[in-house]
């Protein structure tokens, strides 16, 4: 079976243009979550997706981060315009279950670097 | 506003020896904790979980210990190989929500 998909792998960008990230979560499971890794704060929640449904974004960082999920197999996160502070690496990982243990399922990620 | 705090950045065991990675939590409402492993350029995976009912559980050469009194977790590896060394990840869960710490890398020497 396939894991979770992301796209790109990785991205080089220039400050001020816009960035697109993908993911495709494991079929079957309804939650969807976005995560962002840096150095100095490790993984942070950025939003999480019930259902198709935004539940919680208060995790993303301000209004140039935003993020859907139009259908049970497809999500993006935008980031209009980027910024070099933005450059990390972006995980998506899908979840599927009532009561939720934290066992989530992760992407490969996709490294962003905004020159 | 750290929930879940790993302090040690990195850890350095000999082959055959235990590794025991600590993780500190402020949030007496998180229902399981868990453990994930990291390699380089690959995403998180799960390792092994506890619920806050329990005090310990064990998966092979993996055992998770919590002490909610002093709002900790530990996982011991035993014995260490080299294959174990990569970053691992201790995490909350709360709600619909899972809360990771920053991570501590460790090196398992031959």
């Known amino acids: 079976d396939a894991g979770v998909i992301q796209s790109p792998r990785h991205e080089v960008t220039e400050m001020g243009q816009e960035v697109t990230l993908r993911c495709k979560p494991i079929?079957?499971?309804?939650?969807l979550f976005w995560y962002r890794q840096t150095m100095m704060r490790g993984l942070e929640l950025l939003i999480y997706?019930?259902?198709?449904?935004?539940?919680?974004d208060s995790g993303m960082p301000e209004d140039r981060f935003s993020a859907k999920m139009p259908n049970a197999s497809f999500s993006t996160l935008k980031i209009q315009p980027s910024e070099p502070r933005d450059s990390a690496v972006y995980f998506c990982?899908?979840?599927?279950?009532?009561?939720?243990?934290?066992?989530?399922?992760f992407g490969e990620g996709s490294r962003l670097t905004v020159l | 506003d750290q929930q879940v705090k790993q302090n040690s950045p990195s850890l350095s065991v000999q082959e055959g020896r235990i590794s025991i990675l600590n993780c500190d939590y402020t949030?007496?409402?998180?229902?399981?904790f868990l453990w994930y492993k990291k390699y380089p350029a690959e995403g998180p995976t799960f390792l092994i979980s506890?619920?806050?009912?329990?005090d310990k559980n064990e998966d092979g050469r993996f055992t998770v210990f919590l002490n909610k009194s002093a709002k900790h977790l530990s996982l011991h590896i035993v014995p260490s190989q080299p294959g174990d060394s990569a970053v691992y990840f201790c995490?909350?869960?709360?709600?619909?929500?899972?809360?990771f710490g920053a991570g501590t890398r460790l090196f398992v020497k031959a």
């Open positions: 506890i619920s806050s009912i329990k």
């Open positions: 997706f019930n259902n198709n449904v935004p539940i919680d």
């Open positions: 949030n007496s409402m998180f229902d399981y």
């Open positions: 079929s079957g499971h309804n939650s």
């Open positions: 990982a899908s979840s599927f279950g009532g009561e939720h243990t934290g066992e989530l399922f």
């Open positions: 995490a909350a869960t709360g709600g619909f929500k899972t809360i």
